[in-house]
């Protein structure tokens, strides 16, 4: 009976200790959501409204990359780093908030192409494509190729030679010969685009905007390559190789069989081609600041948003409100978090990199640099959160504002893509479209942001987006037409994404 009576005390005891446990942990789980809850809390409308008024001012000057709009920004995003307590990175023998480097600003001069002495210019009589501006002058050996296909370079001898190709279709995908061709080693590509010669002539206005601008490339890194492409008129061609389209025609339906006999009937053709450009160095800068983890410092996250812009045209200031003073805004509420986090001693484990980044218009340039220099190893960068345009509301959800864009999430870790939508259904209750996450998108959203270059990289990638609208690169990008309400739950969303991966046991599959 004596015994029986100490087996019952033990076990009492013993559930004591184990209810002690567990009220221990009950309190310490409601401390730590506690916690988090007041962290959150820290990302207000207000403050994102007090960040975008200054980054999108009109005394900006629009931001664009080498201007000085874009330095009194950066000094801006500094100030704010150094306010809200992030690491500066060591750059060299100094500690600093701007990853500085230079950048080659070219612009297009004259491009002409002559043919047994008939002289054509450039978006009069056809399309020079070319992203990098560098003067050239060369007398090329031009080749048929058919339609350009990866196994025709096999046995067509275009070693040294220029290629005139001609599409499946009319109109058809000529990027896609172009790097085919690329890969074969060809350095001038011609494409015969249109039926007749005056079809190029309605597509050049839509190529001029974007082709005979200013174009900037890193000084320090190879962006871009030297291959030369030239949208052609049949006309030309026809020049070009001395015969007519309909036997190029003939030749290349041949070459589709395997008839490659059929090239030998077309003469080689010679063209000089002269292109004409200036070129000047820019100085220009990423911001870049972390919150060094707690239990793994040397494991990072990175959080982006490009903050430069398109600049003034014809005299009007682009201040692009929403892109890209929105990710702006939100990088330094969420770095205020983290910081805040960090302070308390709550976390987070790993380090979290917020990289504000330069040259996102001119060509991801800033992300581009940052890949190639990195503050923290890339092997050691865990994933990437990109904030680009998070502040308006498409045509599409006029009646139902309440969702943001993701793209990326699952293409490289579906483990990430399960945390985003874990923390969206937890905490925030967005409407999470993926329409442009499709492969087959035609917007091509998910190249067309910084999150590209670490996804390159093989990291972990989320682009937040809420879409294109009527201001989108026009001066009516304004502070005044921001949704700060949900811009701020967007915010609030990628915070607990971020605050998820950093603190994860392991890192991502």
Do not use: C, W
């Given at each position: 009976m004596l015994f029986r009576k100490f087996k019952i005390l033990k076990s009492l005891k013993s559930f004591h200790v184990v209810y002690l446990l567990f009220l221990a942990f009950y309190f310490a789980e409601a401390q730590?959501?506690?916690?988090?809850?007041?962290?959150?809390?820290?990302?207000?409308?207000?403050?994102?409204?007090?960040?975008?008024?200054?980054?999108?001012?009109?005394?900006l000057e629009g931001r664009e990359t080498g201007?000085?709009?874009?330095?009194?920004?950066?000094?801006?995003?500094?100030?704010?780093?150094?306010?809200?307590?992030?690491?500066?990175?060591?750059?060299?023998?100094?500690?600093?908030?701007s990853q500085s480097f230079n950048l080659i600003k070219g612009k297009w001069g004259e491009v002409d192409l002559n043919i047994e002495g008939i002289t054509y210019k450039n978006m009069e009589d056809f399309i020079f494509v070319s992203t990098s501006p560098q003067s050239y002058n060369k007398t090329i050996s031009i080749k048929f190729a058919g339609q350009g296909n990866k196994e025709d370079y096999a046995h067509i001898d275009c070693e040294n030679k220029g290629v005139v190709l001609m599409l499946p279709e009319a109109y058809g995908d000529w990027e896609e010969r172009v790097s085919i061709a690329k890969d074969a080693g060809?350095?001038?590509?011609?494409?015969?685009?249109?039926?007749?010669?005056?079809?190029?002539?309605?597509?050049?206005?839509?190529?001029?905007?974007?082709?005979?601008g200013t174009q900037f490339k890193l000084e320090s890194v190879s962006q871009g390559d030297d291959t030369k492409v030239f949208l052609i008129p049949p006309g030309m061609a026809e020049k070009m190789l001395n015969t007519s389209i309909k036997k190029l025609k003939l030749s290349s339906t041949k070459i589709e069989k395997g008839k490659y006999k059929s090239v030998n009937k077309i003469p080689e053709g010679e063209v000089i081609a002269e292109v004409e450009s200036t070129e000047d160095i820019v100085e220009t800068e990423n911001v870049i600041g972390f919150v060094e983890g707690l239990e793994k410092p040397d494991e990072v996250l990175i959080i982006s948003a490009h903050y430069d812009h398109v600049g003034m045209r014809n005299g009007e200031i682009y201040n692009g409100a929403?892109?890209?003073?929105?990710?702006?805004?939100?990088?330094?509420?969420?770095?205020?978090?983290?910081?805040?986090?960090?302070?308390?001693?709550?976390?987070?484990?790993?380090?979290?990199?917020?990289?504000?980044?330069t040259g996102e218009e001119k060509g991801l340039l800033g992300s581009s640099y940052y890949?190639?220099?990195?503050?923290?190893?890339?092997?050691?960068?865990?994933?990437?959160?990109?904030?680009?345009?998070?502040?308006?509301?498409?045509?599409k959800h006029v009646d139902d504002p309440g969702y943001i864009y993701l793209i990326g999430s699952d293409k490289i870790s579906k483990e990430l893509h399960m945390i985003s939508e874990k923390a969206n259904k937890d905490h925030t209750g967005l409407i999470l479209d993926y329409t442009y996450n499709a492969d087959d998108h035609p917007e091509r959203f998910y190249y067309r942001s910084d999150h590209y270059n670490f996804a390159k990289n093989g990291i972990p990638v989320i682009f937040y987006f809420t879409g294109v609208h009527n201001d989108y690169h026009r001066p009516t990008d304004e502070v005044d037409k921001i949704n700060f309400d949900r811009m701020a739950l967007i915010t609030k969303l990628i915070f607990y994404t971020a605050w998820e991966v950093a603190n994860r046991e392991e890192n991502l599959k």
């Open positions: 730590e959501v506690k916690s988090i809850e007041s962290i959150v809390n820290s990302i207000t409308e207000n403050d994102l409204k007090r960040h975008l008024e200054i980054i999108a001012h009109d005394s201007q000085p709009g874009l330095k009194k920004a950066a000094e801006y995003l500094q100030n704010q780093f150094s306010e809200i307590g992030l690491n500066p990175i060591k750059f060299g023998s100094e500690y600093s908030y060809i350095k001038e590509i011609f494409i015969i685009y249109g039926d007749a010669d005056e079809d190029i002539k309605k597509v050049i206005p839509m190529y001029r905007n974007y082709l005979m929403d892109d890209n003073g929105s990710g702006t805004a939100a990088i330094l509420e969420l770095a205020e978090a983290f910081a805040l986090a960090r302070e308390k001693g709550f976390g987070p484990k790993r380090s979290v990199l917020f990289t504000l980044l890949v190639s220099d990195p503050a923290f190893p890339l092997n050691k960068t865990i994933a990437n959160l990109n904030i680009d345009m998070i502040g308006r509301i498409d045509n």
